[in-house]
């Protein structure tokens, strides 16, 4: 059982470059999300999914896109890099929006835009 | 908006307790939840208290949650360098949904 499966473990882009970070649940869990972890801030919810087909804002949605056409797949694109989007990035599930159902995490993302 | 605080480190010596504390301000949230996070990993799932409830213990971790204050406490009894990590309190709704995540809390353990 992979989990929450993310890739690539490490990206250093250029600014202005373009790059999509993939990540893939293999539970059949209902929600996805994304988060991003920075120093002394902890995590901050950029993008959810409560479905296929459904998506919505976090917190810090600006300079990203997420897509949700099935249950498994959640991508999170970058459309223009810009420095102050270095950080780790964290994709994770929950099987439902009610409960306690706890989150499940991917082991990040460490992004570098220079 | 929501918001969760914790203290940024905690440093204790091994064999001792440690208790890491957290204040949090949606008095709706519903589950409060303490994560883990160990070097270049993502967060597990330590423990979750449910909001009507004031105490859970689960071998040598205790949750203590005082919802008139909204603090809630993780004690770790007996502290190992192994719990050396990041601890994270958050709240929720329900499940996953929009769950809100504190600064985290490094752990040293000294041996």
């Known amino acids: 059982n992979a989990g929450v499966t993310q890739t690539p473990k490490f990206q250093v882009l250029k600014t202005g470059q373009s790059m999509t970070l993939q990540c893939a649940q293999d539970m059949n869990h209902e929600y996805m999300s994304w988060y991003r972890q920075d120093p002394g801030m902890g995590l901050r919810l950029i993008h959810y999914?409560?479905?296929?087909?459904?998506?919505d804002q976090g917190e810090v949605p600006n300079g990203y896109n997420v897509s949700r056409s099935t249950t498994e797949d959640f991508p999170l694109r970058l459309l223009s890099a810009a420095p102050s989007q270095t950080s780790v990035y964290f994709c994770a599930s929950s099987y439902s929006l009610q409960g306690e159902s706890p989150l499940h995490f991917g082991n990040g993302t460490r992004l570098t835009v220079t | 908006g929501e918001d969760v605080e914790q203290s940024l480190f905690l440093s204790v010596r091994e064999g001792d307790s440690s208790v890491i504390n957290c204040t949090y301000t949606?008095?709706?949230?519903?589950?409060l939840y303490w994560y883990k996070q160990e070097p270049g990993a993502g967060l597990q799932l330590l423990t979750y208290?449910?909001?009507?409830?004031d105490m859970k213990q689960d071998q040598r971790l205790t949750v203590l949650l005082n919802k008139k204050d909204k603090h809630l406490s993780l004690r770790i009894a007996d502290t190992q360098t192994g719990d050396s990590a990041i601890y994270f309190c958050?709240?929720?709704?329900?499940?996953?949904?929009?769950?809100?995540f504190g600064a985290g809390t490094r752990l040293f353990v000294k041996a």
């Open positions: 208290i449910f909001s009507n409830m």
């Open positions: 958050a709240e929720s709704m329900g499940g996953g949904f929009k769950t809100i």
């Open positions: 949606d008095s709706s949230s519903t589950y």
């Open positions: 999914s409560v479905g296929a087909g459904i998506t």
